[in-house]
């Protein structure tokens, strides 16, 4: 048993966790890179979207019913068209261009966090067309490489919701979007019992990380939490776009 491998699963399962059970899944685009630093990102999607199923259940469970019906109705149909894009599109993208690819999303997600740091940013919801593309973007590069949160988050942080009814809103659309990578995954050979199985080990991990996000979105402030994911996540996609980089051009 490679016990590296098994503590990277590990870990990204429990970021994963903490991210969805308590801020909206910002940081389940970590899951990805990590576990892609011991094999191919092909590989490490297909052994997160069996946990991030059952994490789904586990989030919805814990904002049942505080989510935004009116934002559900406008996202997930746009986020479905999206994966239907990435279906068809999967076998034209290397796992060397899919590392760059969410290694870029890393880093230009935390760059613009840091950004609107230092200017104040509006709080103007999308105009309905943009809003749709970010949307549908956001289930392009879910089912890609299950980092849909950053493009979704465009759209939902715009909305102005609740910070409850912003994280449940958020847990009901990629519950949606994961259920539905279910099919495609499936017929594309992703879905093998061997990574299933390994997936399913992780559940205990996913119903702690849950539990730890749920707690600390109540009672923890956010802050430094997030200054210490951010600087994690900018490390890990730096690091992916330079091997995907480096493999690419020395072909």
Same mark, same amino acid.
């Given at each position: ?46 052994? +997160? ?102 493009? +979704? ?58 539990? +730890? ?15 210490? +994911? ?22």
């Amino acid at each position: 048993m490679d016990w590296i491998f098994i503590s990277l699963i590990a870990l990204a399962v429990f970021i994963t966790g903490i991210s969805k059970g308590g801020f909206s899944g910002a940081f389940g685009i970590l899951a990805v890179p990590i576990i892609s630093l011991h094999t191919s990102p092909v590989v490490a999607t297909a052994i +997160m979207l069996p946990i991030l199923c059952i994490m789904d259940i586990f989030t919805v469970q814990k904002f049942w019913k505080k989510w935004s019906t009116e934002h559900l109705r406008r996202c997930i149909p746009a986020a479905l068209a999206g994966i239907i894009i990435g279906g068809l599109t999967a076998s034209w993208i290397s796992a060397d261009w899919i590392k760059v690819l969410v290694g870029l999303i890393a880093i230009g997600f935390t760059i613009n966090t840091w950004s609107k740091s230092f200017k104040k940013s509006s709080n103007k919801p999308l105009p309905y067309l943009v809003g749709k593309l970010w949307c549908t973007l956001g289930g392009f590069t879910s089912f890609i490489a299950h980092a849909g949160g950053p493009p +979704m988050n465009v759209y939902l942080l715009r909305c102005n919701l609740e910070k409850t009814q912003y994280v449940a809103t958020s847990a009901v659309i990629f519950s949606a979007i994961n259920y539905a990578k279910i099919i495609p995954y499936g017929l594309l050979g992703q879905l093998k019992v061997s990574n299933i199985l390994l997936s399913l080990c992780f559940i205990p991990v996913a119903y702690l990380g849950v539990q +730890m996000g749920a707690w600390l979105h109540y009672r923890l402030p956010s802050e430094q939490f997030f200054k210490f +994911m951010y600087i994690f996540l900018f490390i890990t996609g730096t690091k992916l776009v330079w091997d995907g980089v480096s493999t690419i051009l020395g072909q």
